[in-house]
């Protein structure tokens, strides 16, 4: 493992303005004080492992990530605890995950405990960062992004010689606001994210970039998220282009679509599998069409369904609205999906005892 070393910022931001915005930090919008940073050479390796002060980074307009999206990032949280001490979950399936990622977009491979530093060296040194949930706001955190791109000045068209990796990172309050409703979710017909021997599977930014149109189209019809179907068949569930999607049927299983190289294998999801017998369900991962969910919503055989990943948890959805048809799931939030945001935020935040071994201590 690398250590990293740490060039301290001369000007942190000052305690009141830090205290004030971890006090409503929404998300995404303020940054901490340092980020890490590691830089890769095909010559060289990995070297000059590294937390320093947080800035805007200095890029040829030539670099390649700016053409051709050699881009990957990954999402994961710092909690505090009761007794102060901070904790991230599951670390090692993102350090996995970034790399099977890496693999696809032809970036280097990180090694996953040098994934791990690099998120304990920045909260080690912003640690001041990390918000204190109260009763009202069980859910504040730190969010960390790190992320890779190619940097080489190069227009040329194969895999960078030249990559930067960083770890950057943002206090984060709860994802909603004004307590846990259902979404709606608009059903994108046309519009595909990703599609076999494509990217799907990979956290990269460029299935971001192709599912912002997909996610116009739903604001316009007054929906907060997408959902996509497969690119083949335009059939079968896949997830909501940031989030993947759980259902509940009445007769206790927790159903949700296998993965395959156009999903993305979230944490939350396999955290949910993992958990399920011990709320008494079944888990099963298969492929599921839109008229199942459509016909088992209508005859009470699936009584629920949820997104889920890092950021917002668990979000019940309320509504599936397709081109000439809705699926209702009403306007509370179902049972299973609370009982399940409950059982994982208990877990994250250190209240009940973590018998999977799944928290990392990270400051
Ligand atoms: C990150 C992400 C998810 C959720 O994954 P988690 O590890 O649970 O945060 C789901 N779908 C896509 C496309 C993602 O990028």
Same mark, same amino acid.
């Given at each position: 493992?690398?250590? +990293?070393? !740490?060039?301290?910022?001369i000007?942190p931001q000052?305690?009141l303005?830090?205290e004030n915005i971890?006090?409503?930090p929404?998300?995404?919008?303020y940054?901490?004080d340092?980020m890490a ?6 010559d ?12 805007p980074?200095?890029? /040829?307009?030539?670099a ?10 990954? %999402? ?6 009761a ?6 979950? =599951?670390?090692? =399936?993102?350090?996995?995950?970034i ?14 405990e040098?994934f791990i530093? $690099?998120?304990r060296a920045?909260?080690? !040194? #912003?640690?001041?960062?990390? @918000? ?7 859910e $504040? $955190?730190?969010?960390l ?5 190619? $940097? ?6 194969r895999?960078?010689?030249e990559?930067d ?5 943002c @206090?984060?309050?709860?994802? +909603? ?7 709606s ?10 599609g ?8 990269c ?9 997909a996610?116009n &189209? ?5 929906c907060?998220? !997408?959902l996509?179907?497969?690119?083949? &068949?335009?059939k ?5 282009g ?5 259902l ?9 679509? &296998?993965?395959?190289d156009?999903?993305? /294998? ?5 955290s949910?599998?993992?958990l399920?017998?011990q ?7 298969? =492929?599921?069409?839109i ?7 209508a005859?009470?055989?699936?009584v &629920?369904? +949820? ?10 959805i ?5 081109? /000439?048809f809705?699926? /209702?799931h ?5 049972e299973?999906?609370?009982? +399940?945001?409950?059982t ?5 935040? %250190?209240?009940?005892e #973590?018998?999977n071994?799944?928290l990392?201590?990270?400051a």
């Open positions: 493992m690398h250590k +990293f070393a !740490v060039l301290k910022n000007q000052p305690e303005v830090r971890k006090k409503n929404g998300f995404g919008l940054f901490t340092h940073h590691v830089r890769y050479t095909i060289d390796g990995w070297q000059a492992h590294q937390v320093k002060p947080y800035a980074l200095q890029l /040829d307009p030539a390649a990530v700016f053409h051709y999206a050699q881009e990957i990032f990954e %999402g994961l949280k710092a909690y505090r605890h007794d102060g001490s901070v904790w991230t979950f =599951r670390p090692d =399936r993102n350090a996995a995950r790399n099977r990622s890496a693999e696809r977009l032809a970036l280097p491979q990180l090694p996953e040098d530093e $690099s998120l920045l909260v080690r !040194v #912003d640690q001041e960062w990390v @918000p204190t949930p109260g009763e009202d706001a069980d $504040s $955190s730190l969010y992004r790190p992320f890779m791109i190619a $940097s080489e000045r190069f227009l040329g068209v895999a960078s010689h990559v990796y960083y770890v950057i990172a @206090p984060a309050g709860p994802y +909603f606001a004004g307590g846990i409703k259902p979404v979710i608009w059903l994108s017909q046309s519009l595909k994210r990703a076999h021997g494509g990217t799907g599977f990979a956290k930014g460029g299935n971001y970039a192709a599912s912002l149109v996610q &189209e739903a604001a316009a019809q007054g907060q998220q !997408v996509f179907t497969d690119a083949d &068949e335009n079968y569930i896949e997830e909501l940031g989030m993947n999607l759980m509940v049927t009445r007769d206790g299983r927790l159903l949700t679509p &296998e993965l395959s156009s999903i993305l /294998d979230g944490v939350t999801r396999r949910l599998l993992d399920a017998p709320l008494g369900l079944e888990p099963e991962e298969r =492929r599921i069409t008229d199942e969910w459509r016909e088992g919503a005859n009470g055989d699936i &629920e369904a +949820f997104a889920c990943g890092t950021a917002a948890v668990i979000t019940p309320g509504r599936i609205v397709g081109p /000439d809705t699926i /209702d009403g306007e509370e939030p179902g299973r999906a609370m009982e +399940f945001r409950k994982l935020l208990d877990i994250q935040y %250190g209240r009940v #973590d018998t071994n799944w990392v201590r990270l």
